[in-house]
């Protein structure tokens, strides 16, 4: 069996300590440890290109926070491989494994004793590339002075012209990220539906919205200086439209069997601290 790590980009040589340490713990399991070549360099290791790693490993593991777990997600998508989140960062809502828990899970991975979750994964296709966000899609003004325009079609029907600051289009996952600070709703994550999210609305009566998985959507900006922003990580310039779906895929998340969404929720937004 092999495993693939990427690592935190930022501050990764403070990481090499528990990396290495991970590592020997990987391997006294009979675990082969690959890491891509990026992480490798920054601590002044030899690793393996991306998309070798990748193709080799059995899984994945993310070693940092929230941030490193969802860009490997998607730069990873198309091998279809499930991914294990090491927390070393500091929300932890998707990394929920701390480093010195890791030899006891992997006694109960390697025993079968663990979970996958399937999370939804959107697909844009912009500019005759197909992109994909694990977390949201974030059209985005690029003047601060200015309004955005966000025309909103399904294929069932014209849905909406959004007015204001931006729209997010969110992911269950991606509900408690940028959607959560915007108003929007809170969605268990392994539900399946786009969650629309206006970014400081022109008008009171625009609204959090949350549509069935199956709608496809085409979205139109009327203004020549728009952001397009995929996961909060890739920034790419919008001047005209872009259609979203449902991937085909969805992405693989290796979690513990006792983890319990609701406590993680309570654990990181404070709930019910008052009862």
């Known amino acids: 069996m092999k495993v693939g790590f990427v690592l935190k980009p930022k501050n990764t040589i403070s990481l090499k300590p528990v990396f290495l340490k991970i590592k020997t713990i990987f391997e006294k399991k009979g675990i082969e440890v ?51 989140g090491i927390n070393a960062g500091n929300l932890g809502f998707l990394t929920d494994i701390n480093p010195e828990n890791i030899e006891e899970f992997l006694d109960k991975f390697l025993n ?6 399937e999370r939804m994964v959107i697909e844009i296709d912009f500019e005759g590339k197909k992109l994909y966000a694990f977390n949201d899609v974030v059209i985005s003004k690029d003047v601060i002075s200015s309004m ?22 969110s992911t269950p996952t991606g509900s408690t990220a940028y959607n959560l600070s915007a108003g929007g709703p809170v969605v268990y994550p392994l539900t399946e539906g786009f969650i629309f999210t206006p970014i400081c609305p022109h008008s009171l009566t625009q609204r959090p919205l949350v549509l069935p998985s199956d709608f496809e959507l085409e979205i139109e900006v009327k203004e020549k200086m728009a952001k ?17 779906k449902k991937a085909k895929r969805k992405a693989k998340l290796i979690h513990r069997v006792e983890r319990n969404y609701f406590e993680v929720l309570r654990e990181k937004l404070n709930w019910g601290s008052g009862n």
Do not use: W
């Open 34 to 84: 690959l890491i891509d070549s990026v992480s490798a360099k920054a601590i002044n290791l030899l690793g393996v290109e991306f998309e070798e790693m990748c193709k080799e490993a059995n899984f994945l593991v993310a070693l940092g926070g929230d941030g490193t777990l969802i860009s490997l997600a998607r730069r990873a998508y198309k091998y279809d491989k499930p991914i294990l």
């Open 112 to 117: 079968k004793e663990y979970r996958i979750d």
């Open 148 to 169: 955005i325009h966000i025309k909103v079609d399904t294929n069932e029907s014209f849905l909406n012209t959004y007015r204001g600051d931006g729209l997010i289009i």
């Open 228 to 244: 397009l922003i995929i996961d909060g990580q890739e920034i790419y310039n919008m001047n005209n439209k872009i259609k979203i």
